[in-house]
Structure formats: structure tokens, C-alpha cells
């Protein structure tokens, strides 16, 4: 092969000469366990499928229209996000969040999402600011509607938008990643009585961080808030099994 030949090659990507004419497309099966393993995630979000519930995956793979192979590789993803547990010839469990696991989620979210704070008051642009305090009018009018629904879809919002500002993708990963599995716990924190508005007045004092552009303060508002968080789990009815 002459150059000309050898180039002509690399640039139309003839590096596939090695597969034979007609070869599948492996991007296929992976998109399916993909959209299989979002489908389990919302269910187990929603509780439909509960923690501790031993999942049927011949139940699963009839209703989906699926194989069981793409449900197990949806299943291995999961397990990896520490939404499911894996027991050798037992089957596959949706996992639980206990108290220990609180108190170790919880200390973490609020060094991380602290930091956060501090990054996003460093990074954030005047457009920003217009932006938080849009979804803090939101969270005051749902604490006033006493809407616990609407206080927690807009409290998330607003710690996604604080992450969002810090400008670290690999610090919103890690915090994504525990917060799903926070989202296992039977219990929304925002149910205890009053807990709603001692949120709202955590959230004021970030706003008021954030508005006067202190790193620290907004670091320090943030920390504690999800440390009241754990204590507002703490008191919470146990559920019954």
C-alpha cells in the first residue's frame, strides 16, 4: 500500500477492514440495558419497587419485552450506583439506606455540597444570582403552600444550580451519586413536622451568603443545612417493614 493509500485509510476509518461485511452494531445492546437500567432507577426512586423488595427478573424481562441479559447488565449498573445488591444465588435486591448509612451520607453530602457553595459564590457570574434567587422565591411560596411536593422539586433545583455554578463536573458526579442513594431512604425528611420551614430558613441564610459573595459563609450556611437534614431523618417515625 503507497502512502497515499495508507492515508486514504486512516481517513475514511479503515481500521474496521478487520470485521466482516455485515458485523452488528454494538452500540445497540448497549443502549437497551441502558434505557432498562433508567426505567428500574425511576421505579426504585418512586418506591414502586421498595428497598429491601427482591426484584423478579422474569417478571421484569416479560413486562419490558426484553431478554434477561440486557435486565442483568441494568442490573450490574445499579449495583455499581449502590441502588441494588447482588446476592449469590439468591437473587437481586433493591438496596436499604439505615440509620449508619445516614450518618455517613449525610456528613459527606455537607463537605461536598459545601464546597460547592464556596466554588459557585467564587465562579458565579451577575447573570447567576438572578437565577438562585428566582428558585428561592419558588421554595418560600411552596413553604408557604405548605406543598412538601413542590418544596422538595424546587429544593433540588437549587442544589443542582449551586453545583452547577461551582464549575465541577467531577464534584456534582460524586454528589449525584450519593444523592441517589439517599433517595433510598423511606422516608422524605421534609414529612417531619416543621422541618419545612427550618429548611426554608437554611436556605435564606445561603441566599444571604450568596448575595454578599462570601465563600466562606455560603460554605458554612450549606454545611449546616445538610447536617439539619440528617437530624430532621433522625426524627422521623421508623417505617414499618
Known amino acids: 500500500m503507497n ?20 458485523a452488528t452494531d454494538p452500540l445497540a445492546p448497549a443502549a437497551l440495558y441502558l434505557q432498562v437500567a433508567e426505567r ?38 445499579l449495583a455499581s450506583e449502590g441502588l441494588v ?35 459557585a459564590v467564587r465562579r458565579m457570574s451577575p447573570a447567576d444570582l438572578p437565577r438562585l434567587e428566582a428558585l428561592h422565591a419558588e421554595l418560600e411560596r411552596a413553604t408557604a403552600q405548605e406543598d ?6 424546587v429544593n433540588q433545583r437549587f442544589h443542582a444550580l449551586v453545583q452547577a455554578l461551582a464549575g465541577s463536573r ?37 441566599m444571604a451568603a450568596l448575595r454578599k459573595r462570601d465563600p466562606a459563609a455560603a460554605q458554612a450556611a450549606m454545611h449546616e443545612h445538610l447536617l439539619s437534614g440528617r437530624a430532621a431523618y433522625a426524627g422521623l417515625p421508623r417505617p414499618a417493614r
Open 148 to 153: 412538601v411536593g413542590a418544596i422538595f422539586d
Open 40 to 77: 428500574l432507577r425511576r421505579l426504585i426512586f418512586e418506591h414502586r419497587l421498595a428497598p429491601g423488595a427482591w426484584i423478579d427478573e422474569q417478571a421484569l424481562a416479560t413486562r419490558y419485552g426484553i431478554s434477561r441479559t440486557p435486565l442483568r447488565e441494568a442490573l450490574k449498573v
Open 3 to 22: 502512502a497515499r493509500s495508507r492515508a486514504a485509510s486512516v481517513s475514511t476509518g479503515a481500521a474496521t477492514h478487520d470485521a466482516p461485511a455485515g
Open 170 to 206: 467531577r464534584l456534582a458526579q460524586v454528589i449525584e451519586d450519593i444523592r441517589k442513594v439517599l433517595q433510598l431512604a423511606r422516608h422524605n425528611s421534609l414529612l417531619r413536622p416543621g422541618r419545612p420551614q427550618e429548611s426554608l430558613a437554611e436556605h435564606r441564610r445561603i
Open 85 to 119: 445488591t447482588l446476592r449469590p444465588r439468591r437473587g437481586c435486591y433493591v438496596a436499604e439506606v439505615d440509620e449508619r448509612d445516614l450518618d455517613e451520607i449525610f456528613p459527606l453530602l455537607a463537605l461536598l455540597e459545601g464546597q460547592a457553595a464556596s466554588e
